[in-house]
C-alpha cells in the first residue's frame, strides 16, 4: 500500500480541513454571504464528479454522484441561492483541472481519490459548524450528513488504483497533487472574495 501513503501524503500539503475557510465555517465565523457563495460556486464543481467515475465505467457510483448534486441543490436553496456558473477565478480553474484529469482513467482516479479521501473529515467539520452556529433550515444538512461518513469512494478508488501497472502511479500521484492544489485554491477564492 506504499502508494496509500505517497497519495496520502500529496493531499496533506493541502489538507482543506487546515484552510482558513474551513476553519472559520467549523467556528462559526463565515458570513452567511460567504456560505451562499460557496454553495453557488462549489456546486457547479460537485455537478462535475459523475464525470469521473463514468471515466472509470463504474455506473453505481456515478448515479451516487448525480444523487448528491441534488442534496447539494438543496443546501443552496436552504441558504436562498442556486448553483450557477462559477464566477470565482480559482474556482473555474478547479473545473478546468477536474475536466481535464477526469479524461483519462489514470488521472481520473488520482483527482477523484484527492477529493473524495477528504470528503467524511470535512463534512463533518461543516455539519458541526452548520449545527452549531447558523440558524439555516434543516435542508442545508443532508449534503454533509451524506458525506460524513462516506468513506467507500475513497475505498473503492484504492482497490481501482492497486489494480493498476505500477508504471501508472506516478501519473496518479501527478493528478492527486494537481487536484488537492487545486482544490485548496478554489476554497482561496472563494474566501477572498468573500472574507477580505
Given at each position: 500500500?506504499?502508494?496509500?501513503?505517497?497519495?496520502?501524503?500529496?493531499i496533506?500539503?493541502?489538507?482543506?480541513?487546515?484552510?482558513?475557510?474551513?476553519?472559520?465555517?467549523?467556528?462559526?465565523?463565515?458570513?452567511?454571504?460567504?456560505?451562499?457563495?460557496?454553495?453557488?460556486e462549489?456546486g457547479?464543481?460537485i455537478?462535475?464528479?459523475?464525470e469521473?467515475?463514468?471515466?472509470?465505467?463504474?455506473?453505481?457510483?456515478a448515479?451516487?454522484?448525480?444523487?448528491?448534486i441534488?442534496?447539494?441543490?438543496?443546501?443552496a436553496?436552504g441558504?436562498d441561492?442556486?448553483?450557477?456558473?462559477?464566477?470565482?477565478?480559482?474556482?473555474?480553474t478547479?473545473?478546468?483541472?477536474?475536466?481535464?484529469?477526469?479524461?483519462?482513467?489514470?488521472?481520473?482516479?488520482?483527482?477523484?481519490?484527492?477529493?473524495?479521501?477528504?470528503?467524511?473529515?470535512?463534512?463533518?467539520?461543516?455539519?458541526?459548524?452548520?449545527?452549531?452556529?447558523?440558524?439555516?433550515?434543516?435542508?442545508?444538512?443532508?449534503?454533509?450528513?451524506?458525506?460524513?461518513?462516506?468513506?467507500?469512494?475513497?475505498e473503492?478508488?484504492?482497490?481501482?488504483?492497486?489494480a493498476?501497472?505500477?508504471?501508472?502511479?506516478?501519473?496518479?500521484?501527478?493528478?492527486?497533487?494537481?487536484?488537492?492544489a487545486?482544490?485548496?485554491?478554489?476554497?482561496?477564492?472563494?474566501?477572498?472574495?468573500?472574507?477580505?
Amino acid at each position: 500500500m506504499d502508494f496509500k501513503q505517497t497519495l496520502d501524503s500529496k493531499i496533506a500539503d493541502y489538507n482543506l480541513l487546515n484552510h482558513p475557510f474551513y476553519q472559520a465555517w467549523s467556528a462559526g465565523e463565515l458570513p452567511v454571504e460567504a456560505l451562499r457563495s460557496y454553495a453557488r460556486e462549489y456546486g457547479a464543481f460537485i455537478s462535475m464528479m459523475p464525470e469521473g467515475w463514468e471515466t472509470l465505467n463504474d455506473a453505481e457510483i456515478a448515479e451516487e454522484e448525480t444523487e448528491h448534486i441534488d442534496l447539494w441543490a438543496d443546501f443552496a436553496a436552504g441558504l436562498d441561492t442556486t448553483v450557477t456558473e462559477a464566477q470565482i477565478p480559482q474556482v473555474k480553474t478547479l473545473m478546468e483541472t477536474a475536466d481535464e484529469l477526469f479524461s483519462e482513467p489514470a488521472t481520473a482516479l488520482g483527482a477523484l481519490y484527492a477529493f473524495e479521501v477528504q470528503q467524511p473529515a470535512t463534512a463533518q467539520s461543516k455539519l458541526a459548524g452548520l449545527k452549531a452556529f447558523y440558524q439555516l433550515p434543516k435542508s442545508v444538512e443532508p449534503y454533509f450528513e451524506t458525506h460524513s461518513h462516506n468513506e467507500h469512494e475513497a475505498e473503492k478508488l484504492l482497490e481501482y488504483i492497486g489494480a493498476l501497472p505500477s508504471d501508472s502511479y506516478p501519473t496518479v500521484v501527478q493528478a492527486c497533487e494537481k487536484m488537492s492544489a487545486a482544490l485548496w485554491d478554489a476554497l482561496t477564492g472563494i474566501h477572498d472574495a468573500e472574507c477580505a
